[in-house]
């Protein structure tokens, strides 16, 4: 199988780069050709494939894609990768710019940063394959994920959108690589990444099935040669056969497959790996045999990979020739293996891995970058921060953060600062995290009044109050139904007393940090979501034209008067919370109210 490095025919073939965008490194890649020139059909192009997208012949596509085997520098894939990935996109399809506006959102510029990025938690070290990116192509990749991540704040583990991510960047510009990934996680039709650990140990789970039933011999030879380790231990591993280990001549063939079919080519693919490695270690005096009792079976598994003595089209005909491995077959293996997952999980897990109210831990993948970028602060910014506390000053101005920006970071707070805001950030419920905050009221710029109060705050929903008190206590509530319900009337046409939802929860920031969720939210997490919660503690939510009140039953936790300058605070059975100030009564220096712009 001849191979010519791109260095050694550069001044050959200088038109060899031109499939490659500026943030690729093509000096390492290899030009692999599987057969002579002349002895088969010339290669299709992106115009004679783009009538068969258009029409949704799906199968004459799929069996074209199967059999053309590209080399690594045709410009078919800047066109075709993008034109695959967008037929799963769900919902309407982005328009031109709006990936910029949200790298302005979240970084604040354009520019690509001198720093490394923090990518999200979703991403861990080994994931970030590069393969042939250069220093600035993956800065661009660091990027597209790190957008990916704040736009899809449900990803908590996802092992190959990184490389995905890499592999797609080689073949066109940023913004393009960005819409593409976003098609493929969206997608509901077909799956492509993996986005929970839950699903990943799934994908793994069902290869190791199938292997059993389509590539029995391999899977047999395989649990031999796995040892005491158990084979379970080798097929959790599976992408990374592919994603790490196989050339990237090799991987890219398996793309053109994966954008079109999904997830389904790369169970393909690694039975197929499983194939061709039983077939070159059955042999007892093969160095692949003496590789697995050596090293162990792992490594020799992942070092065939490296040196795959198949061609990409050959190892793809090994892959669709598996007989009978139909996509029913292997979405109905999916699907009942992750029904026994979570089966387990609830058996033996759920209780001990529960969160605790009083854990202020984030629960999303929004909640967790903001907590990460809270923590992003240099050792200078710590020190002035405890500085300024010991001087009792605990409200300095908004610090410039290393991530980015994030919604939270347009306010411009009298009350809080940077840190107590990420603080409070990661209680909000997941779907408000991604909303841009709106100032509504504040003491400082409309004055004291309730009247004014209720004017520019009572169709919102839901609305955030922050209260500074004179002796600089910080506190207030998250409000899950608008004020405007004050007017609402029972069926017997009286006012409702009180009213809102158990989304509301209490918070304190100084000199406490505190969350406190509905007491029902508690019994939920306990097991105890069948015991009925007494009225006296469902009392989120009241107000009249002398006063506001958050939380009630045996006490009020928040309680304002008509002039919003005075106000008490107690223990209350809807939040059980302790008084949000050590003396009960306060005098309020600045009240802040703030929305959501699209809530």
């Known amino acids: 199988m001849p191979s010519v490095m791109l260095s050694a025919v550069l001044e050959e073939e200088p038109d060899l780069y031109e499939a490659f965008p500026p943030h690729v490194d093509p000096s390492g890649i290899t030009i692999l050709t599987d057969s002579p020139p002349g002895k088969k059909a010339p290669l299709k192009t992106f115009a004679e494939l783009e009538p068969l997208l258009q029409q949704g012949r799906k199968r004459d596509l799929k069996l074209l894609i199967r059999e053309h085997s590209w080399p690594i520098n045709s410009p078919i894939r800047a066109s075709l990768w993008p034109a695959l990935c967008r037929q799963h996109q769900h919902g309407k399809s982005m328009l031109d710019g709006f990936y910029w506006d949200m790298v302005t959102q979240v970084f604040g510029t354009v520019e690509l940063p001198d720093k490394p990025i923090m990518l999200p938690p979703f991403v861990e070290a080994t994931h970030c394959l590069g393969y042939h990116l250069t220093r600035k192509g993956r ?21 190959s959108l990184y490389p995905i991510t890499a592999a797609l960047l080689h073949f066109m510009p940023e913004e393009e690589c960005y819409h593409c990934m976003a098609s493929l ?8 990444i993996t986005q929970t650990k839950l699903l990943n140990e799934v994908t793994w789970k069902t290869v190791m099935q199938i292997a059993k039933k389509h590539a029995k011999s391999a899977a047999q030879h395989l649990s031999r040669l796995s040892g005491a380790i158990g084979p379970e231990r080798i ?64 490594h020799a598994v992942d070092k065939f990979c490296r040196n795959m003595p198949a061609s990409p089209t050959k190892l793809l005909r090994t892959a669709f020739s598996i007989r009978a491995l139909s996509s029913q077959y292997i979405s109905r293996v999916f699907i009942k293996t992750e029904m026994t997952l979570k ?27 903001i907590q990460m970028m809270s923590h992003t602060l240099t050792i200078r910014e710590r020190m ?29 707070s009298q009350i809080l600062d940077q840190s107590e805001l990420f603080t409070l950030w990661s209680w909000l419920p997941v779907r408000i995290t991604m909303y841009q905050p ?46 405007f319900e004050r007017n609402q009337k029972d069926e017997r046409g009286n006012r409702q007393a009180y009213f809102g939802t158990g989304e509301t929860f209490l918070f304190s920031l100084y000199p406490e940090r505190a969350k406190y969720p509905w007491v029902g939210c508690s ?30 039953g045996d006490g009020q936790a928040i309680w304002m008067d008509e002039n919003i300058r005075f106000g008490k605070t107690d223990r209350c059975s809807t939040f059980n919370n302790p008084p949000l100030c050590p003396s009960g009564d306060f005098e309020i220096r600045v009240l802040e109210v703030y929305g959501f712009s699209g809530a």
């Open 139 to 159: 800065a661009v990749a660091d990027r597209v994920v790190s957008v990916l991540g704040y736009a899809c704040p449900d990803i908590t583990y996802s092992p």
């Open 185 to 192: 996680v969206a997608s509901k039709e077909k799956m492509f």
């Open 235 to 298: 097929y959790a591993d599976w992408q990374w056969w592919i994603l790490a280990a196989l050339p990237f001549p090799h991987l890219v063939r398996v793309l053109d497959c994966f954008f079109h079919e999904g997830i389904k080519v790369f169970y393909r693919v690694a039975l197929a790996i499983l194939i061709l490695f039983n077939k070159h270690s059955t042999n007892q005096n093969s160095e692949w045999y003496a590789e697995a009792t050596k090293n162990g079976v792992d």
């Open 343 to 369: 089966s387990k999980q609830v058996i033996t897990g759920s209780r001990l891995m529960r969160s605790r109210s009083s854990d202020n831990l984030p629960t999303s993948q929004s909640q967790v970058n």
């Open 384 to 412: 002035s921060e405890e500085t300024c506390k010991q001087m009792g000053s605990h409200s300095p101005g908004p610090r410039a953060l290393s991530m980015g920006v994030y919604p939270i970071q347009a306010i411009k």
């Open 438 to 483: 709106v100032l509504l009221y504040t003491t400082e710029e409309h004055g004291c009044s309730l009247t004014t109060f209720y004017v520019r705050v009572e169709h919102h929903e839901p609305t955030l109050l922050m209260i500074k008190t004179c002796n600089n206590e910080v506190f207030g509530a998250y409000c899950s139904t608008r004020w």
């Open 523 to 552: 019994l939920a997490a306990e097991g105890k979501g069948e015991e009925r919660v007494s009225h006296g503690s469902e009392l989120f939510m009241a107000a009249d034209s002398k006063m506001i009140t958050i939380g009630g």
